[in-house]
Each structure stands twice: as C-alpha cells, then as structure tokens.
C-alpha cells in the first residue's frame, strides 16, 4: 500500500506544480498585454483615416458608422482594417 501512497503523493505534487506554472504564464501573460496596452497603444485614427480615404465622401458616413459600431461592441478592442462589399 505504500507504493499506492507515494504514488498518489507524486501526482499530486505534479498536478500542484503544473497548476502553479500555468497560472504564472497566464499572469505574466496578462500583464505584458496590460503594459503594452497602457505604454505602446496601437494608433487606430491613422487606419480610419486611410480607410476613409479609399471611400467615396457619401461612403465616409458608412465607414464612420461602422467603425463606431465596433468600437462599441468591442468595448474599444476591436478595430476596423479592411472593408469590403460582399457579393
């Protein structure tokens, strides 16, 4: 029974140790993503813009609306790079 015993003893010892790495790679994980966000953020009004500028002036209220509209369902993550019309 003590084969049993140290058996368990060494699964359970690997489970913890897995459990604790894992939850390091997703803390670190998610504060490099916070730094990044925070001090080097993604300039998104140069991409409108350049979407814009490929649109026609009747066509800009469309490409407003539409980028306003994922911006607000995306609460801000998401952003607008390339519009096309579906056929």
């Not at 489970?15 to 604790?20: D, G, K, S």
């Not at 649109?55 to 993550?77: H, Q």
Request: hydrophobic share 50%; charged share 20%.
């Amino acid at each position: 029974m003590s084969d049993f015993g140290f058996a368990l003893q060494l699964m359970g010892i690997g489970m913890i140790t897995v459990f604790i790495i894992l939850s390091l790679v997703v803390l670190i994980g998610n504060l490099i993503i916070r730094f990044v966000n925070k001090y080097l953020p993604e300039e998104v009004s140069k991409k409108v813009e350049k979407i814009a500028e490929q649109t026609t002036a009747l066509n800009r209220k469309k490409v407003a609306a539409i980028v306003s509209a994922v911006k607000t369902v995306t609460e801000g993550k998401g952003h607008v790079t390339k519009i096309e019309k579906m056929s």
